[in-house]
């Protein structure tokens, strides 16, 4: 444990939960900035960057073993100028080093390690390093030393190698969108091939292990058996939400999904708990029960919103960013169990039962002969084994449930890092809608508002821009790529749940804030970081899916859907712009391309085109707009011209003022539906619109 009696060091400035764990390391930390670079040159010493997260338990574990010692402290205090980054708070930073490290290493993860000049040109990367040599692994003591030795007699080596390798990065960066081909309508059934083979048929997911919940892909998938009708690409998204919902990666008392598994059966997860994951997933189980009425994805939705809502939110209704995989200084402490707790908790018939069911034994399945609880029954044939109704058997498990979840609270939780990121918060702001949409639960739209309305309103006082985090009630940085479009998504989704034309409005300033800081105008495509931001050694472009949706490919859906729903072709073309750029990413890359092809085939297929005219309050306007939220309707966008509200009618008009050729028909609601810019007749029966949406016909 680190000496709180100790001198701090300079972070203890910062605000950042994952700096402030280091405050009172030995170590010399600087936080990013010009006082450690200027310090670098004028002592002529290396850089040493860490960058890592506060959720993250290797970056724990190397905390404990190096920067809390002594040894290791001297070293790098005596001869490197050491900085710490938190990668959710400067992801610009994280983006490019993290490029680095895959480039020179082939593999990258946190804590990520670098260490570079003071021109911020790196020379050595990994992940994390033992303090010593172990497992194979060589010792951060040795690399330490040995970087010294280099420094010493082969910097122009060091320094060469630096250049090279960001050069590299920069001449594989797409340039030219004229250089590659489009992507052909081919490549969506290739990619759906690719998801195949690496498709795991015994367990779900992709891989083998760790097992990464890649709700992006699968999200791809939902889009292409509705688009194909391919039942395959169905079972794999079934299967894979079925046997993570079972597992360990699943938070069977207290909801919510781990970071990802380390093992091929989901599980042992690490412990994590992200925001982002609870966001991507949550929309997954909602349009996966959208499409199939599943119960258990219906469970799982409610549960996961009940984990976010109790767990990750803030006083002003926004969302905090994560919780710690560890507790007392052990991972999963809070969450595992010994047999005797439970039988100390439960009546032995109640800890009988509940411990069979969720796989728990003396022996256990994870260190020191604790349990990890899942499910390795399926309810249906534990109860017919039990002879019990299976509503009586959820009674009593609940009851379960709730007694040891009770017991649980009472322990030293996971820390929570309270920073509130734009970009991830617009993801479970979509994720409410789509829950809404899906289970017509219209407590989750009223807290997408709430949420949405918090940003909204710091965009304001920023002259319309938006900040990348907050912490302790202030912004931190400008809003990066995926703040931008992940937030201009939500605001859409809020428009097609609400039909307030405040959210579209915004969501059109945003997407041309978006191309106004971010686009490249020479050679098309969207770099992550905006116009003015601080000089880094690269501006990546990126267009393939990480932990995170690729930003690229939110903004590009945003325009195409904008550009249906406003009749904006410049939109349009600008998203064409990036499928030319990245068509052979999407055609190799179909496991981290998913975003990008979900955004292709909303570009490909025959979308469908909503515009409704009528009063609000009206009912068949209710009954229309019911039809069509409930539905899985992935390639298509809603308009609703309000008559009698004239408010929301004026913002239309200003951004759309083609609406007064969509009359009402005899002061009832009518909906004007296109198919592939060709529209039918207009609807004045909701059971009218039913018939023609009622079949999922493939093309």
Not at 364 to 371: A, I, K, L, Y
Not at 491 to 508: C, I, N, P, S, W
Not at 537 to 542: D, T
Not at 648 to 661: E, V
Request: with cysteine; charged share 25%.
């Amino acid at each position: 444990m680190t000496n709180k009696n100790a001198v701090p060091n300079r972070l203890i400035r910062e605000k950042s939960p994952y700096l402030l764990q280091h405050a009172y390391n030995p170590v010399h930390w600087y936080p990013w900035g010009k006082e450690a670079f200027d310090k670098a040159q004028a002592l002529d010493r290396p850089i040493f960057l860490s960058i890592g997260y506060s959720s993250c338990h290797w970056c724990h574990v190397m905390a404990r073993e190096s920067f809390e010692d002594e040894e290791v402290a001297a070293i790098l205090n005596k001869h490197f100028i050491s900085i710490k980054v938190d990668r959710e708070e400067r992801p610009d930073i994280d983006h490019i080093y993290m490029e680095v490290c895959q480039a020179m290493t082939g593999r990258g993860g946190w804590p990520l390690t670098i260490i570079m000049d003071a021109h911020k040109k790196p020379f050595f990367a990994g992940t994390y390093f033992p303090k010593k040599s172990k497992m194979g692994l060589p010792g951060l003591i040795e690399i330490l030393k040995q970087t010294l030795s280099w420094w010493q007699s082969r910097r122009d080596d060091l320094l060469e190698s630096g250049n090279r390798i960001i050069e590299a990065l920069r001449r594989s960066s797409p340039r030219e969108s004229g250089k590659d081909a489009p992507p052909a309508k081919e490549t969506l059934p290739y990619a759906a091939r690719q998801l195949e083979e690496v498709y795991d048929s015994a367990h779900g997911g992709l891989g083998k292990r760790p097992k990464f919940p890649t709700a992006t892909a699968f999200l791809y998938l939902l889009r292409w058996h509705h688009y194909s009708g391919e039942e395959s690409a169905l079972e794999m998204v079934a299967q894979t939400l079925h046997s993570m919902r079972r597992g360990g990666i699943y938070d069977q008392l207290g909801f919510g999904f781990h970071r990802y598994a380390v093992d091929r059966r989901w599980l042992v997860p690490h412990f994590e708990k992200m925001l982002y994951d609870q966001a991507l997933l949550c929309r997954l189980y909602a349009e996966s029960f959208q499409l199939t009425g599943e119960p258990l994805w219906q469970q799982t939705v409610e549960e996961i919103i009940t984990y976010v809502l109790r767990d990750l939110s803030s006083p002003e209704g926004v969302f905090y960013a994560a919780e710690n995989a560890e507790s007392e200084g052990v991972e999963g402490k809070f969450y595992i169990w010994h047999q005797e707790e439970i039988e100390s908790v439960l009546p032995a018939e109640q800890a009988k039962l509940f411990q069979e069911y969720y796989g728990v034994t003396a022996k256990g399945n994870f260190e020191d002969n604790t349990s990890i609880l899942h499910l390795p029954h399926e309810l249906s044939d534990f109860a017919g084994e039990k002879k019990l109704a299976p509503a009586k058997l959820l009674g009593m498990l609940e009851d379960c449930r709730q007694k040891l979840l009770a017991v649980r609270q009472q322990r030293v939780r996971p820390s929570r890092d309270e920073k509130i990121l734009t970009s991830w918060n617009g993801l479970m702001i979509s994720a409410l809608v789509k829950a809404y949409q899906a289970l017509k639960n219209s407590s989750y739209k009223e807290r997408a508002i709430r949420a949405a309305d918090f940003f909204l309103k710091a965009s304001a006082g920023n002259k319309g821009s938006l900040f990348h985090s907050y912490i302790d009630g202030s912004a931190t940085s400008p809003g990066f790529l995926d703040d931008y479009a992940f937030f201009t998504a939500a605001l859409l989704d809020l428009y097609e749940a609400t039909f307030q034309a405040r959210f579209l409005q915004k969501a059109l300033e945003l997407a041309h804030k978006t191309k106004e800081l971010f686009w490249d105008e020479a050679n098309s495509g969207f770099y992550y970081s905006p116009r003015g931001a601080e000089p880094l050694p690269l501006n990546p472009k990126e267009a393939l899916d990480a932990s995170l949706p690729s930003g690229t490919a939110v903004a590009t859906l945003n325009m195409l859907r904008l550009g249906q729903m406003l009749r904006q072709e410049n939109l349009r073309e600008s998203a064409g712009k990036i499928f030319k750029l990245y068509g052979s990413s999407m055609r190799n890359n179909a496991v981290y391309a998913g975003s990008l092809l979900s955004a292709f085939l909303f570009y490909s297929a025959p979308v469908e085109e909503f515009i409704i005219v009528g009063k609000a309050q009206s009912t068949v306007t209710k009954k229309f707009l019911k039809i069509i939220k409930s539905k899985f309707l992935p390639h298509k966008t809603v308009l609703f011209i309000p008559c009698g509200e004239e408010h929301d009618r004026q913002i239309l008009q200003s951004i759309a003022p083609w609406i007064n050729r969509y009359p009402p028909l005899k002061e009832e609601a009518a909906v004007y539906l296109c198919r592939n810019y060709t529209c039918l007749e207009p609807i004045a029966d909701p059971e009218q619109l039913e018939e023609i949406l009622a079949p999922a016909t493939a093309p």
